[in-house]
């Protein structure tokens, strides 16, 4: 047993200068582990601890889900209705009002400016992929008591108490609907602009969005602008606060600022080609 | 000279063999934009533009450009969010818990065994971790009235590991503190 002295004895040298023993400096004991190999004729080679006969012999295995001549489990039922068209389905990733007082906190998010995906996505913690059908945020209302700052905000999905938050803050939100192309120049404008190609239109909601987009409750951007002031109102009541008057407000040119239904970027005209190299705009001559 | 014949022929062919799949493609394909696009007309045919150096809606560009660094927090009054500024610099309590890039409390949630074993771990900790093992277990125990709670240091990476999850709870008590 002299080796396994001197093991020991070399492992107590070492330990010495190691800091610390933990589960990560540590391997099994010197043959502790049986050795793997396969034996061959008499010496072990005989079932080599795959059994007698059968699948587990052979490895054979049934298919995935066979259940031996029952009817299997994934057939077993006939229709999975709330199933019906999940591919294509348009996914709304969250983010929460909480969340977006940290950005502002943070200094991530400029609130003298108008909000929409591209700020998001610029501030780096948020990401969009409008490849796996992501059409936009959806703001929702957790921390919504923490929420105090004054925005000009464009989401693609907002519920009423998050519409009142902004509001009673005196803030402005708008859900406008962005179909993947103009969703994908959004997600990051320097790349896009780096393509050098002339920007294009926005298109129009497909039809099962149309009804929420038209609707003032939901501040959509295709509704009637009196109707949304007249809705805010009656949120204000619903709520019970009292609404802060835009019209007097010093940001005011900010928070009425909004886009074209046509428009993808702010201040920026459908048509036009951006050179961010030589910082230049070529514009239709009309 | 025969060879450069040749190869001029087979130039010609080619292009009219391009134009005749164009003709053959003129529904705009799907996934192509070579099929797709219109051939190109003469000059006269396009509208007249003009390239403007400086104009006025660069400022609309500039604002969606992202900025290259993590912008630095701006001094307020308060912070509605829960969210604080890093105060103290670990000279009074003998240890320091750096900020990370976000300037966030690095205080995460280990979730292992299909989230059955839960463990807190605050990283980046400078100095005394020793004493700051003992603050943190002091705090979780009194959360959870007097329950002992167990813990384990990494001097080396500068981790302290508590079971359980406390995250809530150590986030706020280094906010606290300053750190």
């Known amino acids: ?286 | 000279m025969a060879a450069s014949g040749k190869a001029l022929l087979g130039s010609s062919l080619c292009q009219k063999l391009t134009q005749f799949t164009r003709n053959l493609y003129s529904q705009p394909a799907l996934l192509s934009s070579f099929r797709s696009s219109r051939q190109v007309q003469e000059l006269e045919k396009y509208p007249e533009v003009e390239v403007v150096a400086n104009p006025p809606e660069w400022r609309f560009v500039e604002r969606l450009l992202p900025p290259e660094t993590v912008p630095q927090p701006v001094a307020q009054k308060d912070y509605p969010s829960g969210w604080r500024p890093q105060t103290e610099d670990g000279s009074k309590a003998g240890y320091y818990v750096a900020r990370t890039k976000n300037h966030m409390v690095p205080v995460y949630l280990q979730t292992r065994f299909r989230g059955q074993r839960r463990i807190t771990v605050v990283r980046r900790v400078q100095g005394d971790i020793w004493a700051l093992e003992k603050d943190l277990r002091s705090a979780v125990e009194k959360s959870r009235n007097g329950k002992l709670c167990a813990t384990r240091v990494n001097e080396l990476s500068g981790q302290i590991h508590i079971h359980g999850d406390h995250v809530d709870v150590l986030r706020d008590y280094l906010k606290e503190r300053g750190f």
């Not at chain 1, 200068?17 to 099994?28: A, D, E, S, Y």
């Not at chain 1, 402005?172 to 994908?184: E, G, K, M, N, Q």
């Open chain 1, 1 to 286: 047993m002299a080796h396994l002295r001197e093991t020991s004895d070399k492992a107590l040298k070492l330990l010495r200068t190691l800091p610390r023993v933990q589960i990560g400096n540590l391997r099994p004991n010197p043959n502790s582990k049986q050795n793997d190999k396969r034996g061959r004729a008499q010496h072990g080679g005989d079932k080599h601890g795959a059994g007698n006969k059968g699948s587990g012999q052979r490895q054979n295995f049934m298919r995935l889900g066979y259940e031996t001549g029952n009817q299997p489990f994934y057939l077993r039922f006939p229709y999975e209705p709330y199933y019906k068209g999940h591919h294509m389905k348009r996914q709304y990733p969250p983010i929460s009002l909480l969340q977006l007082q940290v950005l502002i906190d943070t200094n991530r998010i400029d609130t003298s400016q108008p909000i929409d995906i591209s700020t998001l996505c610029n501030s780096g913690l948020l990401k969009l992929k409008p490849a796996e059908l992501e059409y936009g945020f959806q703001l929702t209302d957790d921390g919504l008591d923490n929420f105090k700052a004054k925005i000009n905000i464009e989401v693609q999905h907002a519920s009423e108490a998050v519409i009142a938050a902004i509001e009673k803050n005196g803030g402005v939100i708008r859900t406008a609907y962005y179909d993947p192309r103009s969703l994908h120049m959004l997600v990051n404008p320097k790349k896009w602009f780096q393509k050098g190609v002339p920007i294009p239109s926005r298109m129009l909601p497909p039809q099962d969005a149309v009804d929420y987009y038209t609707n003032p409750k939901n501040r959509g951007y295709l509704a009637n602008p009196e109707e949304i002031s007249q809705d805010r109102l009656v949120l204000a009541q619903k709520y019970g606060y009292e609404l802060p008057k835009i019209e007097k407000d010093s940001a005011y040119e900010m928070l009425t600022t909004a886009k074209d239904p046509r428009q993808v970027f702010y201040g920026l005209e459908p048509g036009w080609l951006v050179n961010i190299v030589d910082k230049t705009i070529t514009k239709r001559k009309d």
